[in-house]
Structure formats: C-alpha cells, structure tokens
C-alpha cells in the first residue's frame, strides 16, 4: 500500500511527496511494486523540473528491471529529456 500513498499525492500533484513515498516502496524488499515507484519517482522528477535526477531514475527502470513492463516508458520518457 506504500506505493499507493504515493500514487495518491502524484494524483493531486505534489510531486515533492509523491517523491518521498515511492522511494519508501524500496524498503519492502518483497514489494511487486519496485519499477512502478522506479517510473514514478522519474515523472515525479521530470514533473518538478528535475532532469537529471528523473534520467537517473528512469535510467534505473532500465537497468534494475530488465524484465519490467515499463522499459519502453522509461526509454520513451528518457528521450524527451
């Protein structure tokens, strides 16, 4: 649910804390949810403006889930930085 939290502040556009719970999803070693925060913490970043943080974070997606169904996402999102 800790991924949840942050799809909630994401949702009303505080990109700030959207940030904060999404990486609090990365404590939760068996979470299903790790590159769905990954993504999210990039557009978190890309929406405050902060790019080389969200390329890290999407560059992330790519090379820590090789098999996530957000490769694409990432290097879509990668190449509109």
Request: net charge negative.
């Amino acid at each position: 649910c800790q991924y949840w939290k942050g799809e909630c502040y994401y949702g009303m556009r505080n990109y700030n804390q959207a940030a904060l719970e999404f990486q609090k999803v990365f404590m939760f070693d068996e979470s299903n949810k790790q590159d769905d925060a990954q993504l999210k913490l990039g557009l978190c970043y890309k929406m405050l403006g902060d790019t080389e943080r969200a390329r890290t974070e999407f560059n992330k997606v790519i090379n820590n889930y090789p098999d996530s169904e957000y490769i694409q996402r990432a290097q879509s999102y990668l190449s509109q930085l």
